[in-house]
């Protein structure tokens, strides 16, 4: 679906477009609708949404939660939320609030493994946004540890590596029912991603769906052309409603490039066919 993008990322947490920049991009590829779905946070939304009208873009309120199921992170993107819904705004809060925690283990984590001042070292990466992981790589890119933000995880801040420590995320059922409850639909966000085996993977969809979750990413930008295959044939069986996003970081880092997705076949529902136009 090359028109349609419902999974991307800004300044206001770690992509590296502006709310506004990112809509002008989409736009300058094509794209007719769009979401933005920063990690836990809403703040980029009036700017963007303001932007789409300027572009004529259709706009997407999205948010991307990070979530804890059996001590293994996974993430749900909420679409077509209203971003002043009070449990949505206290629960991202909390998550904010929980990655500030998570950055001071992180760096000193580091500083045990001899790199100094990564705190502020990420922050000067994050500014004002959401900080995570996405802001140490850039940092350790800056000192020379890795070419780029894609080695870094490789040698660093994953399971085993410096700078990784263990966190406790939103429960899944909470992050389904913030989204809920502010009128949005729940997708269950990259699923070829999760390392997880068929058996974990399908025990991971039929809770998903139990708790609310409506929907699958199964097009993304940063899966395989046979995970896009694969969580299509899901979807078909269990009867979850498909969402497509690249998941477009910016134009230096991350995963798929905007206005390049593959189009969903007839015969699976779309997330947005039941929305207003
Ligand atoms: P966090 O939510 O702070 O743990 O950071 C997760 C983010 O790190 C993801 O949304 C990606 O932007 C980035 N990330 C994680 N793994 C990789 C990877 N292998 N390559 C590039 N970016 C990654
Ligand atoms: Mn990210
Ligand atoms: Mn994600
Ligand atoms: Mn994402």
């Given at each position: 679906?090359?028109?349609?993008?419902?999974h991307?990322?800004?300044?206001i947490?770690?992509?590296?477009?502006t709310?506004?920049?990112?809509?002008q991009?989409?736009?300058?590829?094509?794209?007719?609708m769009?979401?933005l779905?920063?990690?836990?946070?809403?703040?980029?939304?009036?700017?963007?949404a303001?932007?789409?009208?300027?572009?004529?873009?259709c706009?997407?309120?999205?948010?991307?939660?990070?979530?804890?199921?059996?001590?293994r992170?996974?993430?749900?993107?909420?679409?077509?939320?209203?971003?002043?819904s009070?449990?949505?705004?206290?629960?991202?809060?909390?998550?904010?609030?929980?990655?500030?925690?998570?950055?001071?283990?992180?760096a000193?984590?580091?500083a045990?493994?001899?790199?100094?001042?990564?705190?502020?070292?990420?922050?000067g990466?994050?500014?004002?946004?959401?900080?995570?992981?996405?802001h140490?790589?850039?940092?350790?890119v800056s000192l020379g540890h890795?070419?780029?933000?894609?080695?870094?995880?490789?040698?660093?801040?994953?399971?085993?590596?410096?700078?990784?420590?263990?966190h406790?995320?939103?429960?899944?059922g909470?992050?389904?029912s913030?989204?809920?409850?502010?009128g949005?639909?729940?997708?269950?966000?990259?699923?070829?991603?999760?390392?997880?085996?068929?058996?974990?993977?399908?025990?991971?969809?039929?809770?998903?769906?139990?708790?609310?979750?409506?929907?699958?990413?199964?097009?993304?930008?940063?899966?395989?052309?046979?995970?896009?295959?694969?969580?299509?044939r899901?979807?078909?069986?269990?009867?979850?409603?498909?969402s497509?996003?690249s998941?477009?970081?910016?134009?230096?880092q991350?995963?798929?490039d905007?206005?390049?997705?593959?189009?969903?076949?007839?015969d699976?529902?779309?997330?947005?066919?039941?929305?207003?136009?």
């Amino acid at each position: 679906m090359p028109g349609v993008d419902l999974h991307s990322h800004s300044t206001i947490s770690d992509g590296s477009l502006t709310p506004a920049q990112l809509i002008q991009y989409a736009a300058s590829k094509g794209v007719s609708m769009v979401a933005l779905t920063d990690h836990d946070d809403v703040a980029g939304l009036a700017e963007a949404a303001r932007e789409a009208l300027v572009q004529g873009l259709c706009f997407v309120n999205g948010v991307e939660v990070s979530v804890t199921w059996k001590g293994r992170t996974i993430h749900v993107v909420g679409l077509a939320i209203d971003p002043e819904s009070a449990g949505l705004v206290d629960g991202l809060s909390r998550q904010r609030h929980s990655r500030v925690e998570r950055a001071e283990r992180m760096a000193a984590d580091l500083a045990r493994h001899g790199i100094q001042d990564a705190l502020a070292g990420a922050y000067g990466f994050a500014g004002d946004g959401v900080i995570g992981r996405t802001h140490f790589a850039r940092f350790l890119v800056s000192l020379g540890h890795s070419r780029d933000v894609r080695s870094v995880f490789r040698r660093f801040l994953v399971r085993g590596k410096p700078g990784y420590v263990p966190h406790k995320w939103a429960e899944m059922g909470a992050a389904v029912s913030w989204i809920r409850d502010a009128g949005g639909v729940a997708v269950l966000a990259h699923p070829g991603r999760y390392d997880f085996g068929r058996v974990t993977m399908e025990t991971l969809m039929a809770e998903f769906r139990d708790v609310g979750g409506e929907a699958l990413e199964a097009i993304s930008g940063s899966h395989t052309r046979e995970m896009n295959e694969r969580y299509l044939r899901y979807a078909r069986t269990l009867d979850f409603k498909v969402s497509c996003g690249s998941d477009y970081h910016g134009p230096i880092q991350g995963y798929g490039d905007m206005g390049r997705l593959p189009e969903l076949p007839a015969d699976v529902a779309p997330v947005w066919r039941d929305w207003p136009a």
